[in-house]
């Protein structure tokens, strides 16, 4: 259904992922055809790879952490610009088995940029590590069709 509407309205999508580390892109390159909307991919685990590839400020993250909205806005519009693409998804968050920046595990931030907007979506999940991963990159999904099937 996403790749139907992108192709449909000649959009090109992005993405930079942390906690989910490539499966969102997994899931987008699974439908043959994906090449004509899906620009790449940046997966952008460290704090580091935020920093230089995406252009997240040092102090932003010395004062909220990388787990936070603000951070998974930044990344979204980071990839968007980056990859020179119509709309940019990420994931940022805590997949455990430990807590983080004083914040429990299932902690989880999915943003969106497109040209005229930015959204972030706070998300709480639980379960094992693979299942927090897997719940997040569904939830980015989910979040990308609404924009989709909503704003534009």
Partial sequence: MIGRILREKGLTLACAESITGGLISDR??????????FKGSIVCYSVQAKIDLLSIP??????????????????????????????????TGLAGPEGSEGKPVGTVFVGLSASNS?????????GERRAIKEAACEAALDLLLSFLEERL
Avoid: F, Q
Avoid at 77 to 90: A, F, H, K, P, T
Avoid at 118 to 126: E, G, N, Q, R, Y
């Fill in 28 to 37: 987008i390159t699974d439908i043959p055809g994906s090449s004509k909307y």
């Fill in 58 to 91: 040092e102090p932003l993250i010395r004062e909220r952490g990388v787990i936070c909205p603000e951070v998974a806005a930044r990344m979204a519009e980071g990839v968007r610009e980056r990859m020179g693409s119509d709309i940019g998804l990420s994931t």
């Fill in 118 to 126: 930015t959204l972030v979506k706070a998300l709480s999940l639980k």
